[in-house]
T-cell receptor, first 115, second 111 residues
């Protein structure tokens, strides 16, 4: 149980285009999902908290107009990187909990490369 | 105060040896301390976790030791195997609200 699925697992896009990453909780409902970013050989940095049916809460320094988050249902959250630039190239990982006081489970991440 | 300091940055252990990774925190409101294992190109996977009312938790070859007064906790991997070679992250959380990760430890278990 507690499977979090991300799609795509990797994507290459041209500078200036937008990319959408999907995060699904396969066997549970998640009112809250979290989006992390990880640079090579570095730790995970929380970008935003995605709440079903409401606006996402962004961490300090994260551009909300660049990283659009939509949590339209209890099993799906999406992260759209708008007008991507090479510096947006990174490993993006989503996570979710099965309940209020339960461990955080992570997806397998999406490797974004912007050329 | 939200930081979690992790050491060492990298670790090489011989097969069968004990791997020890340490973490320290400042925020005394943290009440949940998980460890995650991450293989290259994959998301982190929960390994083991502990609450501050317990000083030690063991699951198979993995043990967390927790010292509340020192605000430190550590992961011990007994009988380390080459398949344990991965990056390990400690983390801390207050009220299951927002997980704060340590900087990570790259473990290499030599055959």
């Amino acid at each position: 149980g507690a499977v979090v699925s991300q799609h795509p697992s990797w994507v290459i896009c041209k500078s200036g285009t937008s990319v959408k990453i999907e995060c699904r909780s396969l066997d549970f409902q998640a009112t809250t999902m979290f989006w992390y970013r990880q640079f090579p050989k570095q730790s995970l940095m929380l970008m935003a908290t995605s709440n079903e049916g409401s606006k996402a809460t962004y961490e300090q320094g994260v551009e909300k107009d660049k990283f659009l988050i939509n949590h339209a249902s209890l099993t799906l959250s999406t992260l759209t990187v708008t007008s991507a630039h090479p510096e947006d190239s990174s490993f993006y990982i989503c996570s979710a909990r099965t309940g209020g006081y339960s461990p955080l489970h992570f997806g397998n991440g999406t490797r974004l490369t912007v050329t | 105060q939200q930081q979690v300091k992790q050491s060492p940055q990298s670790l090489i252990v011989q097969k069968g040896g004990i791997s020890i990774i340490n973490c320290a925190y400042e925020n005394t409101a943290f009440d949940y301390f998980p460890w995650y294992q991450q293989f290259p190109g994959k998301g982190p996977a929960l390994l083991i976790a502990i609450r501050p009312d317990v000083s030690e938790k063991k699951e198979g070859r993995f043990t967390i030791s927790f010292n509340k007064s020192a605000k430190q906790f550590s992961l011990h991997i007994m009988d380390s195997q080459p398949g344990d070679s991965a990056t390990y992250f400690c983390a801390a959380e207050e009220g299951f609200q927002k997980l704060v990760f340590g900087t990570g430890t790259r473990l290499l278990v030599s055959p």
